[in-house]
């Protein structure tokens, strides 16, 4: 038994902070949390000295077989990657204890996160989409990716107008995804201003009806405003993006807001990715600013945000983007509370997994972060680790190593 006394607890749901608690764990699980919590006579006890203490933070968009490096493949299988041990250990590092993939190699994505909670490998948590659902001939396999055949045959399904979609959805839903995954673009940042192939209105409401008929959520690629509005009315429950390089509708309107919030959608921005992408294609105009001050009201109209980076892709670290994106958020205009508890709780609400990980309390999975300055003075404060717990496991140590 694991005991954490004497913490600043920044519980990923509360909107206060508790002073002097005490966090008790169990085997992989948090037994007790909060104030006045009796500290066990045979207890392995840690004193953090007010540390601030936090649940685990969560990327919610990854490509776990990618890399932020452009001398390395832009998607890999598991047996290429060992195991995608750089990637996942950088995450750890970083205080990242869960992770959704948002396209990778499959069966390699299911196995190895079976692998992980199997207690076999030390990683992040996975929630997995599995194969991306594409136009032929569309992004990203005919973009970002070149017509790369290995990448086409294990990470994409591509649609034309004889595929049997509901059939391809089920396919996905038995092999064990989590998540489904479609494209709504018609973009080619690679060969600007020309475009490719997109899926239809009418395939995305196939997509989204057959994936909500297997219990599957729906997580969808957009671009811009026009995209975000189509996401919603064909059922999706997660929308990838906002504003993207490369567009031009930008205007977030009423009618945006109130489908968003009227629906229910959670958007993940990935904001980092567009700031630091903003510049790189040819003839485009710069959207960020668009994108910042579009945040800004999508966060006062009280629209769900998640945390989630695109890491995989280049000059998007692993681990240390979700930090950078909360960052970013906080310059939009949400609080550094709110940046944290979107990183944690409400990342765990929007993967469905809220009854598993995300909060500190009782009966959860004892992945915790335990920091050296406190994040509500500075959200840069969030990268000053000294300890990450991952399944009640000390996974990283720079508190008792001192």
Request: aromatic share 4%; charged share 25%.
């Amino acid at each position: 038994m694991l005991v954490l006394k004497n913490a600043y607890l920044i519980n990923g749901r509360d909107d206060l902070p508790v002073e002097n608690a005490v966090v008790i764990i169990k085997n992989n699980r948090i037994v007790k949390a909060g104030k006045d919590v009796e500290v066990p006579g045979d207890a392995c006890v840690i004193d953090l000295k007010g540390s601030p203490l936090l649940p685990g933070f969560t990327d919610a968009h990854s490509h776990i077989g990618g890399s932020d490096r452009l001398d390395r493949p832009g998607l890999s299988s598991r047996f290429d990657s060992y195991d995608y041990a750089e990637n996942m250990k950088a995450a750890l590092e970083w205080g990242v204890t869960a992770v959704r993939s948002a396209g990778d190699y499959t069966p390699d994505i299911i196995t190895f996160r079976d692998d992980v909670n199997r207690g076999k490998i030390t990683a992040p948590r996975i929630i997995a989409s599995g194969r991306m659902i594409q136009a032929d001939g569309g992004h990203p396999a005919f973009t970002v990716f070149s017509a790369d055949r290995d990448v086409i045959d294990h990470a994409c399904i591509l649609v034309t107008d004889d595929t049997d979609i509901e059939l391809e959805v089920k396919k996905l839903a038995d092999s064990g995804v989590d998540w489904i995954k479609a494209f709504l673009t018609e973009v080619n940042k690679m060969d600007y201003p020309n475009k490719v192939p997109r899926l239809t209105n009418s395939q995305l409401k196939r997509i989204s009806d057959a994936a909500h008929k297997h219990g599957k959520p729906l997580m969808v690629h957009v671009e811009d405003i026009p995209g975000v509005e189509e996401a919603v009315k064909i059922g999706a429950d997660s929308i990838e993006h906002v504003i993207n390089p490369a567009t031009a509708e930008h205007e977030i309107t009423d009618e945006t807001l109130r489908l968003l919030t009227d629906n229910d959608v959670w958007i993940v921005p990935t904001m980092l990715v567009v700031k630091r992408h903003d510049d790189i294609v040819q003839g485009a105009a710069g959207v960020y600013a668009d994108l910042e001050a579009g945040m800004r009201k999508l966060i006062k109209a009280g629209v769900r945000i998640g945390v989630g980076c695109d890491s995989g892709v280049p000059m998007i670290p692993y681990g240390e983007c979700v930090h950078l994106e909360m960052e970013l958020l906080t310059a939009a205009g949400m609080s550094n509370m709110d940046a944290v508890k979107a990183a944690t709780g409400g990342n765990a609400e929007l993967l469905r997994k809220d009854d598993t990980f995300g909060v500190i309390e009782e009966g959860r999975a004892a992945d915790i972060v335990i920091l050296g300055s406190n994040p509500l003075d500075d959200i840069r404060n969030t990268k000053d680790i000294m300890m990450v717990i991952r399944e009640g496991r000390v996974v990283v140590d720079r508190l008792l190593a001192d």
